[in-house]
């Protein structure tokens, strides 16, 4: 029996742009992609095969089950879960799978500890606080940090991080100095002591602005960009990720074209009424495929290459667009609810649109629509 398909809504995920999005963040060596959450949203092993074929040495995933999987598909390269064990089953999966696991405590280092030996050496990524205030070990515990880890041989500090909280404010530029020059010093300490070790502290913010750059930055994360987000949108450095590709579209089909004469409401609560009359599309999508029920009569979408309106509630499974002004409108057509091919003079849809609206981020949008759909893939 084939697989059940949901519904006529497909995520587009090109794999080319992808590619072109890495290759703009500079060079392999200096890189590390981060594929958690499922590439975000994109597709672990597609991601991850697509950046691989282009040069990628390292992955970043977000827990060891994604590394598992990347090991599972035949994937040889470092690959660093930025969720530290927590559990017997994740360090099974670290172990098993040769990951390198993430030490944010003491705890965890005496779990690595146990589990390290003269045959079954442990390489280990150190997380270092400098400012998130999530996790990490704080300046102060380094040389008790640094004589454990001499204690045993057979661990193996391979890499320091942290991680930038404030990077993608311009206003706050001075603490994201601050921080960096505390890594800096943090990462220098442990460098003294494990003279392999490398350093990577900057995310996609810190990738695009170069004014952090600093010595002791060996490899750079980058997210949100490889998948074409912006994460200084809105701000004074927008510019800086002007030539970043969008890799996620979003498609469905029209169900019917119908009439909505003056006077009548539409949807759930007829929130809409028409002031005259109105040619109709009813779309195959809803909230169950990721659109936001709050962007209620505020979603574009693409019709023939031209911009449409939303009218009315958006519904489960679908929602209704104004294409009173599109010629020759018909059930079965496709309707683009991001990306697409637009006109001249028009311009698609993109996740950042609906983060705006919507008060958040184009992260958000990006994992939720790519986690709710069934993703097609090209190049």
Known sequence: MSPCKFSHTLCHVDLGALQRNFKRCGTPAGLMP???SDAYGHGL???????????????????????RALREAGLGQDILPLM??????????VTGCSLMPLVCSMEQLEAASAR???????PLAIKLETGMHRQGFREEELPELIARLRQNPALEPRLALSHCSCADIPERHDYTTGQV????????GLACA???IRASLFNSAGILDSTYRHNMEDISRPGVVLYGGNPFAGTSKE????????TMSLSTLILQVTTLRKGEGISYGHLFRADHDMKIAVAGAGYANALPRALTSRLDALVHGKRVR?????CMNMTMFDVSNIEDVRAGEELWLLGGRACPGERPVTAQEWAQKLGTISYEVLCLVGNSNARVFHY
């Open 84 to 93: 530290a064990p927590v559990t017997a089953e994740d360090w099974d999966l």
């Open 239 to 246: 510019a800086l990720g002007s030539s970043l590709e969008w």
């Open 34 to 36: 981060v594929l958690k």
């Open 310 to 314: 939303s009218v009315g509630r958006v």
């Open 181 to 188: 020059d505390l890594f800096e010093r943090m990462a220098q």
């Open 45 to 67: 092993l597609e991601c991850a095969r697509a950046l691989a074929a282009v040069g990628a040495e390292r992955f970043a995933v977000g827990c060891a089950d994604e590394g």
């Open 116 to 122: 390290a030996s003269g045959e079954h050496p442990l």
């Open 194 to 196: 494990f003279p392999d």
